[in-house]
């Protein structure tokens, strides 16, 4: 199938309203081979109901393609468990739209990884979620999982694609968070993202792993401490504050931030959720976030340029003078915005303020 030419499109950038569309992940299945502790669709072997089929899927990648050249990130689920993802996948290129995907490790073959590779994948990412095999496999619910995403992740290199290490961190793996970086070091990743919990999901019944507000910014500032230390690129995810606490300790070391010095961190910010970012769902349904789950329109019953350029809920959230409590005056709110998800999952207001921080907004007056 040829793909249509959406080059000339009145909203090819997405910039209607002033935003940007840069990320789109897209739960392609919710299948899954695995059974991870924090899942946040708690997804298990299915098979689900009202996937989108390939044609579908083909015409959502047409609409998104016509909003704008997003990175599409292929997740799930275990998105190599669609046998036409790498149809999807080669669609998706040759659109123009850089195609990612989130498996799991554990079901890369050779041949996997060479049908990656010619598909137009340019990057993968496979979560570490422990510095040892037997914790990463109890976090993953399956023995053997952590050797399988390993020996995954050396097929994918002999491929020639890019990955990069995801950690989701927690209470009980928090100590381990150092060693997992060195371990991404060691593998040759080209990049170390980690992600703070947000409970949702099968992530609720382990609500009591979640660090709190000073171990997050205790974290975080640590994070900001690796920037010189390590080859590879870090990117904090669910943990917005850090874009907060970048420019705290850049000023504070008299230093400007630029992309020059501090690459994609210095023009972007924390919570992404329906302002650069969104979440399409296996069914359709369109999120701000795979952890926010508001409903923002379903792209089976109308286009996703329709959805991404006017659900009020979007709109509502690209408006951050509308964030409420200690996020509403807080003098960093562009930047970092706390995260809707969980503020949503502690209120049932996606607009409240952030649960998890610590930070006292200078217009809050002393304690």
């Known amino acids: 199938m040829t793909p249509p030419n959406h080059r000339n499109h009145p909203h090819k950038n997405g910039k209607k309203d002033g935003h940007t569309l840069r990320l789109v992940a897209w739960e392609t299945t919710r299948n899954c081979n695995l059974s991870c502790v924090h899942c946040r669709a708690a997804a298990t072997n299915g098979p689900y109901a009202g996937e989108l089929d390939t044609r579908q899927a083909f015409q959502l990648l047409d609409q998104i393609a016509a909003v704008g050249q997003p990175i599409i990130i292929l997740t799930g689920g275990e998105p190599l468990l669609r046998n036409d993802i790498f149809d999807i996948a080669k669609y998706g290129d040759n659109l123009g739209l850089r195609m990612v995907m989130a498996p799991n490790g554990t079901l890369i073959t050779p041949e996997v990884a060479q049908k990656m590779a010619d598909s137009g994948i340019q990057r993968i990412s496979a979560s570490i979620d422990g510095a040892s095999k037997e914790f990463h496999d109890k976090f993953r619910g399956v023995e053997g999982a952590f050797d399988a995403a390993i020996q995954g992740i050396e097929y994918v290199k002999a491929a020639g694609i890019e990955f990069q290490i995801n950690?989701?961190?927690?209470?009980?793996?928090?100590?381990?968070?150092?060693?997992?970086?060195?371990?991404?070091?060691?593998?040759?990743?080209?990049?170390?993202?980690?992600?703070?919990?947000v409970p949702?999901?099968?992530?609720?019944?382990?609500?009591?792993?979640?660090?709190?507000?000073?171990?997050?910014?205790?974290?975080?500032?640590?994070?900001?401490?690796?920037?010189?230390?390590?080859?590879?690129?870090?990117?904090?995810?669910?943990?917005?504050?850090?874009?907060?606490?970048?420019?705290?300790?850049?000023?504070?070391?008299?230093?400007?931030?630029?992309?020059?010095?501090?690459?994609?961190?210095?023009?972007?910010?924390?919570?992404?959720?329906?302002?650069?970012?969104?979440?399409?769902?296996?069914?359709?349904i369109?999120?701000?976030?795979?952890?926010?789950?508001?409903?923002?329109?379903?792209?089976?019953?109308?286009?996703?340029?329709?959805?991404?350029?006017h659900s009020p809920v979007f709109l509502k959230l690209r408006d951050f003078n509308q964030?409420?409590?200690?996020?509403?005056?807080?003098?960093?709110?562009?930047?970092?915005?706390?995260?809707?998800?969980?503020?949503?999952?502690?209120?049932?207001?996606?607009?409240?303020?952030?649960?998890?921080?610590?930070?006292?907004?200078?217009?809050?007056?002393?304690?």
């Open 167 to 197: 950690t989701t961190v927690t209470k009980s793996n928090l100590d381990q968070i150092p060693r997992i970086l060195e371990l991404a070091e060691r593998l040759g990743a080209a990049a170390h993202h980690i992600f703070l919990l």
């Open 200 to 284: 949702t999901g099968r992530g609720k019944y382990i609500v009591d792993q979640a660090i709190d507000a000073q171990e997050y910014e205790a974290t975080l500032n640590w994070f900001y401490d690796q920037r010189e230390k390590t080859p590879l690129q870090l990117k904090a995810t669910c943990a917005p504050h850090y874009y907060r606490i970048l420019r705290q300790r850049a000023r504070a070391e008299g230093k400007t931030i630029t992309f020059a010095t501090h690459g994609l961190d210095a023009v972007t910010r924390g919570c992404l959720a329906g302002t650069g970012f969104c979440f399409i769902s296996h069914t359709g």
């Open 286 to 309: 369109v999120q701000p976030c795979g952890y926010t789950d508001v409903p923002c329109g379903d792209i089976t019953q109308s286009t996703f340029g329709e959805v991404w350029n």
């Open 323 to 367: 964030l409420e409590g200690k996020c509403g005056i807080c003098e960093y709110h562009a930047v970092c915005g706390g995260c809707r998800a969980r503020a949503y999952e502690a209120t049932g207001n996606y607009m409240a303020e952030e649960p998890l921080c610590a930070y006292r907004p200078e217009k809050a007056g002393p304690i």
